[in-house]
């Protein structure tokens, strides 16, 4: 089955510190897709990230970057620099043959 | 430009009706998915769509269904409304498994 965890319900990080949001997946596909989207508190589901499993180099997008260990089935989001706009609930998604989503992490960000 | 809306926004409705909630989407995307949201337990897969004709069932599908008679809607059908399916619901879609899923405002549906 396929199944998505993030065991962190909740995170804080001080504005310009580094956090990192961790997330692990089962699947017994070899081809899959994972994905790290934000909803901040108008509801609105915005994609962050992405990242191909056949790819062993770790995505990056500006200050949000991934590390992603394909053996250990793990896909941590890293945020720098963070800033008071990236308050918001983070979930991590796979897509095999379909999209799949974790129970999320709310960040907060303290001035 | 292109978009995926739900409609209504909010509803209220009583225990034992049937709903439907629309999803129409202007992306010309195969892929289409329903998901709730409840606190403590993310988005949930309720059922998705490859294309026209097909439906498949998520990891909670019961007391839902879908029916895809085109590209563009995907309706989600609450047989009889029950308070277990008070949630917040949205809808998505996709070009493909690898590609970005563009999702509706929501529809927060309250059984009463």
């Not at chain 1, 965890?5 to 596909?29: G, H, I, K, R």
């Not at chain 1, 250990?72 to 796979?94: P, R, T």
């Amino acid at each position: 089955a396929q199944t998505v965890t993030q065991s962190q319900p909740e995170m804080s990080v001080q504005e310009a510190e580094t956090v990192t949001l961790s997330c692990t997946y089962d699947t017994s596909e070899s081809d899959y897709y994972l994905f790290w989207y934000k909803q901040p508190p108008s509801r609105q589901m915005i994609l962050v990230i992405r990242q191909e499993a056949y790819k062993q180099q770790n995505a990056t997008e500006n200050r949000f970057s991934v590390n992603f260990q394909k053996a250990a089935k793990s896909f941590s989001l890293k945020i720098s620099d963070s800033q008071l706009g990236d308050a918001a609930m983070y979930f991590c998604a796979h897509n095999t043959d379909k999209l799949i989503f974790g129970t999320g992490t709310r960040l907060q960000v303290f001035p | 430009d292109a978009e995926i809306t739900q409609s209504p926004r909010h509803k209220i409705t009583e225990t034992g009706r049937q709903v439907t909630l629309a999803c129409h989407q202007t992306w010309n995307h195969n892929n289409m998915f329903w998901y709730r949201q409840d606190l403590g337990h993310g988005l949930r897969l309720i059922h998705y769509s490859y294309g026209v004709q097909d439906t498949n069932k998520g990891e909670v599908s019961d007391g839902y269904s879908v029916s895809r008679s085109n590209t563009e809607d995907l309706p989600l059908t609450l047989e009889s409304a029950a308070s277990s399916q008070t949630s917040v619901y949205f809808c998505a879609s996709s070009e493909a498994s690898w590609t970005e899923a563009f999702f509706g405002q929501g529809t927060r549906l309250t059984v009463v």
